[in-house]
């Protein structure tokens, strides 16, 4: 008899509902997240169970596990899932009863779950997307700072390019110290974030093969070699 999971996973704990093909659950059964004792409870579920995974943050190793195991793990949506339970009354063994019967009903609203090994990889452009992030807002920073002082650079397009690096260090003695030294130190994290972003872009073209969908995505304007595999990526 086939045997239909839920699990409502927490940060620190999932809490598991095991229910049969009449619709019977047992007891809900709370396992803290120890690998050891995580590993200990898939052993105990039939080989191959489907087990329906409420979304959350730290979802990667518990499919793993999951995966190892031998059984099935499929991911729920978790906001179209809470729509579809209905509960007003949520508990973690309510929630977790819900997503079996989803399952077991064949209407659980799930989302793609990458491969090991794409997981893995696309935490590298993640890691860019969030460095550009930063570097834009040091940006920002030292821009808007310029503008308390009325400090303009005329003529060069770009102050933190080569030539426009020149100008801005000779400007910046015309801030007042505490402030002048703030901006003297964004501008050695711009840097370094800079440094991160090519070592980021570099690791990315090693170890990202170019699939014929991203040669069809570069193809749309706008839309170069590192956005083609963060697109790619995400979306598989």
């Not at 099935?72 to 973690?92: C, E, F, S, V, Y």
């Not at 910046?172 to 901006?183: F, K, N, Y």
Request: charged share 25%; glycine share 8%; aromatic share 4%.
């Amino acid at each position: 008899m086939t045997k239909y999971i839920g699990c409502d996973a927490h940060k620190r704990y999932s809490v598991f509902a095991v229910m049969n093909e009449r619709g019977q659950t047992g007891s809900s059964i709370r396992v803290d997240h120890d690998r050891g004792l995580f590993r200990h409870f898939l052993r105990t579920l039939p080989p191959g169970s489907p087990i329906a995974v409420e979304t959350m943050g730290s979802w990667y190793w518990m499919i793993d596990e999951m995966e190892k195991a031998g059984h099935r793990p499929i991911l729920a949506h978790a906001g179209k899932a809470k729509l579809m339970m209905g509960q007003i009354n949520k508990t973690d063994k309510l929630d977790a009863r819900a997503l079996a019967l989803l399952l077991r009903n064949g209407t659980l609203p799930s989302v793609w779950i990458p491969p090991g090994e794409l997981r893995d990889k696309r935490e590298l452009p993640r890691l860019r997307m969030t460095l550009v992030r930063i570097r834009t807002m040091l940006k920002n920073r030292i821009h808007a700072t310029l503008a308390k002082y009325a400090i303009q650079i005329q003529d060069i397009s770009d102050i933190f390019g080569k030539s426009g690096r020149l100008v801005l260090r000779n400007r910046l003695r015309e801030l007042p110290p505490q402030t002048r030294r703030s901006v003297e130190g964004e501008l050695i994290l711009l840097d370094q974030v800079g440094d991160q972003v090519q070592l980021c872009e570099k690791q990315i073209k090693e170890v990202v093969l170019t699939t014929p969908a991203m040669m069809l995505l570069m193809t749309l304007p706008g839309v170069g070699p590192i956005l083609a595999v963060v697109i790619a990526m995400e979306i598989g």
